[in-house]
């Protein structure tokens, strides 16, 4: 079942990220910053459940904008699966639903940045629709920020 994160699915949801970065630190306010996450107009955090387990997530924020006749556009963040379950379809899954929920919302693009080098991680989101050619991506981070 693809559906909304709810309030009770923050552990899950730290399991799988602990997948996607090994090296980060769950915060100490890891519920009041989930809370807000929940409660923002426009982020929409989604998981995949499996027999009730929730094996995958992604976050969709949809964004007001002034061009494209004022159509908002997505930025597609977090895709994680479940480092046990994949290969099994469920990335597509999750992946299906986020971009429907996009087109649902009208947005007339839907982006997203990944900073893995894997053949196999770009295959796979050519798989879902996206493009690797449409657009340049540039990334800044604070002058202290440890690289990542």
């Known amino acids: 079942m693809f559906r909304e994160a709810r309030p009770d699915d923050l552990p899950d949801l730290l399991r799988l990220y602990r997948q996607l970065h ?3 630190a769950i915060p ?5 910053v989930f809370h807000q996450i929940l409660a ?3 982020l929409h ?3 995949l459940e499996v027999d009730g387990a929730v094996v995958a997530t992604t976050y969709l924020n949809v964004i007001p904008n ?3 006749g004022a159509s908002p556009y997505a930025v597609v963040e977090n895709v994680v699966v479940d480092e046990s379950l994949r ?3 469920l990335g597509k ?3 299906a639903g986020t971009l429907a929920a996009a087109w649902a919302a009208d947005c007339y693009k839907a982006m997203l940045l990944t900073g893995s080098r894997s053949p ?3 295959a796979f989101y050519r798989s879902c629709g996206l493009s690797g050619d449409a657009k340049t991506a540039y990334v800044a981070r604070p002058p202290d920020a440890v690289p990542q």
Request: avoid cysteine; hydrophobic fraction near 40%; proline fraction near 8%.
């Open 22 to 24: 090994p090296a980060d």
């Open 28 to 32: 100490e306010d890891a519920a009041a």
């Open 40 to 42: 923002s107009p426009g």
């Open 45 to 47: 955090l989604f998981v």
């Open 66 to 68: 002034l061009t494209r």
């Open 87 to 89: 290969g099994r379809g």
């Open 93 to 95: 899954q999750v992946m």
């Open 120 to 122: 196999a991680t770009h």
